[in-house]
């Protein structure tokens, strides 16, 4: 049974970081990443990591925050750095096996002073 499980969300000031953490198994992932969805929109793309090292960013984080994967690849974490308000949403891990998209139960990210 494939599981990812996400930790790590919660309040994060203004300018401030938080670090999110996606365990995962069950599968090998081709490729994991972060989703991040706000009240009555549509899952939107933060950041993927391929296995080959390859990351994507969405433009609004670019230079903030930072995706990453342990080795042997079954964590991965978002560093999330220079928090604006806008960054409040709830953020899904995913994961692709080449077949099937995977997701996470949603962690909530808030930033507030």
């Known amino acids: 049974q494939v599981q990812l499980v996400e930790s790590g969300g919660g309040l994060g000031q203004p300018g401030g970081s938080l670090r999110l953490s996606c365990a995962a198994s069950?599968?090998?992932?081709?490729?994991m990443g972060w989703f991040r969805q706000y009240p009555g929109k549509q899952r939107e793309l933060v950041a993927t990591?391929?296995?080959?090292?390859?990351?994507n960013y969405a433009d609004s984080v670019k230079g903030r925050f930072t995706i990453a994967t342990n080795n042997p690849r079954n964590t991965v974490y978002l560093q999330m750095n220079l928090l604006k308000s806008e960054d409040t949403a709830i953020y899904y891990c995913?994961?692709?096996?080449?077949?099937?998209?995977?997701w996470g139960q949603g962690t909530q990210v808030t930033v507030s002073s």
């Open positions: 990591i391929a296995n080959d090292g390859l990351t």
């Open positions: 069950g599968s090998s992932f081709v490729r």
């Open positions: 995913w994961g692709w096996d080449a077949k099937t998209n995977h």
